[in-house]
């Protein structure tokens, strides 16, 4: 089982790493993007983050002969704690690249996928307890249409839950396929692609964490320092280009007798979003929707 990196030389460019620096890698995966830190760092140190126990193993095993690293197995929304409980005020640098490793999609077992019957579970974190079987056999109706509308825009996401709810209790990934063949017939592309996207980001809370870590994340940064995301698709792009329009905007209101505008504190390195080039297009289709923006924090 392997893990193409996305976008790998651009966010480590990106990083603009100094060879003394700390630097968090909040999405270790297959360690691709922290292997390349780890080569650019002397007496730098990097505090690596994942949830999933398969990874954390398969990544110890790509970095075995490193030591200048600890890898943190939390939820990367914890980033701020988890740094400060290890004495960390400040870092050079932050990468997230989101989303799952191929590895976790292609494990059947782990109820990724829509193409094989196996059981609804889609945790990253295999110690959390909230599974996608839990979601659509307990959720209320409006709650799973919401689910499928926000996470997933799928927009025939009520009728999917009202079907749901008769057909409950639903144990396999093919039992839910089969409910969206039957609604989604006539749509382009797999019926049941939107509805698993939407459960897999419901059961990881993955919206409210992205949210939490780009919010304590940003506020870790030493001065100069930068934060790297990479998204995979458009819910997610959308809160990562929010909030650093936000931090590195200010709002003076019109007809304030101002003579210095002042800066923010953050300054946006990429008005538009990087894409991979066409040869990553064409040699990994996981880059597809791949989008990097680039957040710094001024120098004082
Ligand atoms: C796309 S992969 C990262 C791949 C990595 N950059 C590489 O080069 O191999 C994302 C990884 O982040 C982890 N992850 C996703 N969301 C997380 C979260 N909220 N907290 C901790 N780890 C998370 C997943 O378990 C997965 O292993």
Known sequence: MK??????????????????GIYVDGTLGGAGHSKLILNQLKNGFLYAFDQDNFAIEFAKNVLKDFSNYQIIKSNFRYIKQELNSR????????LLDLGLSSFQIDDEKRGFTYLKDTKLDMRMDQNQELTAEIIVNTYSLEDLAKIFYLYGEEKNGYKIAREIIQKRPLLTTMDLVKITDKINRNEKGHSAKRVFQALRIAVNDELGALEEVIKDGIECLKPGGRMVVITFHSLEDRIVKHYFKEKTTISIPKNLPIQHIPLADYQLITSKPIYPSDSEYEQNSRSKSAKMRVIQRREQ
């Open 3 to 20: 893990h193409e990196t996305v976008l790998l030389n651009e966010a480590i460019k990106a990083l603009q790493i100094k060879s003394d």
């Open 87 to 94: 004495n960390v005020k400040e870092v050079d640098g932050i």
